[in-house]
T-cell receptor
Framework: ETGVTQSPTHLIKTRGQQVTLRCSSQ?????VSWYQQALGQGPQFIFQ???????GRGNFPPRFSGLQFPNYSSELNVNALELDDSALYLC?????????FGPGTRLTVT | QQQVKQSPQSLIVQKGGISIINCAYE??????FPWYQQFPGKGPALLIA?????SEKKEGRFTISFNKSAKQFSLHIMDSQPGDSATYFC???????????????FGKGTLLTVNP
């Protein structure tokens, strides 16, 4: 186990709704990265937070937003959900190069 | 443009055999190359990683071979076991701020099946 936890485990939402996913990083880690993994694909980088500041963003629209809190936990918010947002959302925490992933949140948009 | 190309897409080996998965990258700024193992319904687990200052790294049955001039690296699983059956992803990243690495760019994955 990596010590990275995510909630909820599964989520079903309707197109157009908004969703918030949560991640608790491993103790001592100050960086959280979020990834989207579609079925049968490798994870795609959404954005990274380092010491509460966004530290880079992938090719995702602004309706994907995030936060990092003083305890280094993080949230991923997605507005105006689309069917293509259905995926496994992974967070990874790190202190240096090694990124450790949580179990993910499976989001289904209907 | 796919920055990390992984092959094969799927691989079947017999128990006790050697599994070999290959990756090629394009961005010469990459300086960290990890391999992840993922079981269905789980998050990726870090297996082994290498920096470009060495050509090989071994941890137990897992070995990474790295060829900087060819911009290629590979994962070798010795004495493959049925429990190794999973999807394997190579990845690459470049330096970020504050000592933490930047985004991981993943290959598309290799589904490994080890037959008993």
């Amino acid at each position: 186990e990596t010590g990275v936890t995510q909630s909820p485990t599964h989520l079903i939402k309707t197109r157009g709704q908004q969703v918030t996913l949560r991640c608790s990083s491993q103790s001592g880690h100050n960086t959280v990265s979020w990834y989207q993994q579609a079925l049968g694909q490798g994870p795609q980088f959404i954005f990274q937070y380092y010491r509460e500041e966004e530290n880079g963003r992938g090719n995702f629209p602004p309706r994907f937003s995030g936060l990092q809190f003083p305890n280094y936990s993080s949230e991923l918010n997605v507005n105006a959900l689309e069917l293509d947002d259905s995926a496994l959302y992974l967070c990874a925490s790190s202190l240096a190069y090694e990124q450790y992933f949580g179990p993910g949140t499976r989001l289904t948009v209907t | 443009q796919q920055q990390v190309k992984q092959s094969p897409q799927s691989l079947i080996v017999q128990k006790g055999g050697i599994s070999i998965i290959n990756c090629a990258y394009e961005n010469t700024a990459f300086d960290y190359f990890p391999w992840y193992q993922q079981f269905p319904g789980k998050g990726p687990a870090l297996l082994i990683a290498i920096r470009p200052d060495v050509s090989e790294k071994k941890e137990g049955r897992f070995t990474i071979s790295f060829n900087k001039s060819a911009k290629q690296f590979s994962l070798h699983i010795m004495d493959s076991q049925p429990g190794d059956s999973a999807t394997y992803f190579c990845a690459a990243s470049r330096p970020g701020s504050g000592g933490s690495n930047y985004k991981l760019t993943f290959g598309k994955g290799t589904l490994l099946t080890v037959n008993p």
